[in-house]
Structures are given as structure tokens and as C-alpha cells.
């Protein structure tokens, strides 16, 4: 006579629902839109490189930018990353408070930064149908731009969230992975700065 076989119940009832960094799938998920975008950043930065190799003379019948306007905005990134280590740790504490205060003020850099963003456009000094150069410069602008708004939408929606309610536990891992993003689209700036304000002056 057989005997039936034993079935093992493994209990996970009382594990958390959600975790923070690489136990988190929205972790995975951010950091796979990173490598995807980086990549996209790369590409426009090799084209520039590229066109104003076989270009006679660069910029093409332009002045380099107003480095005014780039670097007022390049500090007011760089100075968005203490707001925005301080959210990404109020999550991890899961500080729900201080997690929205913290929130709030990364979405008000971020405003400011697109009013500038929006100033830095008419300071480039060449339009982006005029040549080879004005559609990279616009190209690099407009694809680190998008970043922004996107990265702003989605703060802005995270915020709303946190303060109206229902509140989910999850939402805390949101603004954790909200705030890496941000740190990569500071990083993503530092390059472009470089070559749309540097390099036509090298």
C-alpha cells in the first residue's frame, strides 16, 4: 500500500507586501529605464561629436549658448539632490510626514528648474531647423527636457497620493525609486552640460 505523499505549506502570510531597493521590482524596473535612456543620452552626445568632426566650422553659423542660463540651472540640480536624499530616506524609514515635506520641496526644484529650462531654449542662440549643429544642441535639450516633465508628472502625482489617500504602505518604495531616478537625471545633465555649453567653446 502507498502512502500518500506529504504536501509542505510554506506560510508567507506575515512577509511585507513590498521592499525597498533590489528586493523591489520597481527597483529593477527603474534601473532597466536608466540603461535605456543612458543609452539614448549616449547616442546623442556620439552624433554631436560625430557631425562636428566632419563639419568645417562649429558651431555652424551660430554662437555657443548663454552659459548663464545652463549653469543657473545646473546649480539648482545639483543643489535638488540634498531634498531629494532626504525624501528617499524618509521612505525607507517610512517617515510618511517628513516623506511628503520632503516630496514637496524636490517638486518645487523641479518646477523651477523647467521655468529656467524654459529661458535656457531662447538662449541657444540657434534654432533647431537651421543646421546640422541647432538640431543636436535642440535634440540633447529637448530629450533631457522630456526627463524632467515626465519625472516632475510623476512626483507631482506621488505627492498627491501621499497627502490625499487611501495611503498603501507600497507608496514609500514609489518615492524611494522616485528620488533614484532623479539622481540619474542630474547625472544624465552633467555630460550634456558639457557639450552643449563646453564644447562649442573648446
Same mark, same amino acid.
Given at each position: 500500500m502507498t502512502r500518500p505523499q506529504e504536501v509542505r505549506v510554506l506560510d508567507v502570510s506575515l512577509l511585507p507586501s513590498y521592499g525597498f531597493g533590489q528586493r523591489s521590482l520597481m527597483?529593477?524596473?527603474?534601473?532597466?529605464?536608466? %540603461?535605456?535612456? $543612458? #543609452?539614448?543620452?549616449? /547616442?546623442?552626445?556620439?552624433?554631436?561629436?560625430?557631425?562636428?568632426?566632419? @563639419? =568645417?566650422a562649429w558651431p555652424i553659423e551660430a554662437?555657443?549658448?548663454? %552659459?548663464?542660463? $545652463? #549653469?543657473?540651472?545646473? /546649480?539648482?540640480?545639483?543643489?535638488?539632490?540634498?531634498?531629494?536624499?532626504? @525624501? =528617499?530616506?524618509?521612505?525607507?524609514?517610512?517617515?510618511?510626514?517628513?516623506?511628503r515635506l520632503w516630496l514637496g520641496v524636490c517638486l518645487g526644484f523641479a518646477l523651477v528648474f523647467l521655468v529656467v529650462r524654459a529661458i535656457e531654449f531662447t538662449a541657444l542662440n540657434v534654432s533647431w531647423h537651421a543646421n546640422a549643429y541647432g538640431s543636436t544642441v535642440w535634440l540633447l535639450m529637448g530629450l533631457h527636457t522630456t526627463h524632467l516633465v515626465t519625472d516632475t508628472i510623476d512626483s507631482a502625482v506621488l505627492g498627491a497620493l501621499l497627502v490625499s489617500g487611501p495611503f498603501e504602505a507600497k507608496r514609500f518604495v514609489d518615492v524611494s525609486e522616485n528620488a533614484l531616478y532623479w539622481y540619474f537625471v542630474v547625472a544624465s545633465w552633467l555630460p550634456i552640460y558639457a557639450v552643449v555649453y563646453l564644447a562649442p567653446r573648446m
Open positions: 527597483w529593477w524596473s527603474t534601473i532597466g529605464l536608466m %540603461l535605456i535612456e $543612458g #543609452t539614448a543620452f549616449a /547616442l546623442g552626445i556620439g552624433m554631436y561629436f560625430y557631425l562636428r568632426g566632419v @563639419a =568645417q554662437v555657443p549658448p548663454d %552659459l548663464r542660463w $545652463g #549653469t543657473l540651472n545646473t /546649480l539648482v540640480l545639483l543643489a535638488s539632490l540634498w531634498p531629494n536624499w532626504c @525624501a =528617499q530616506r524618509a521612505a525607507q524609514r517610512e517617515d510618511l510626514a517628513s516623506a
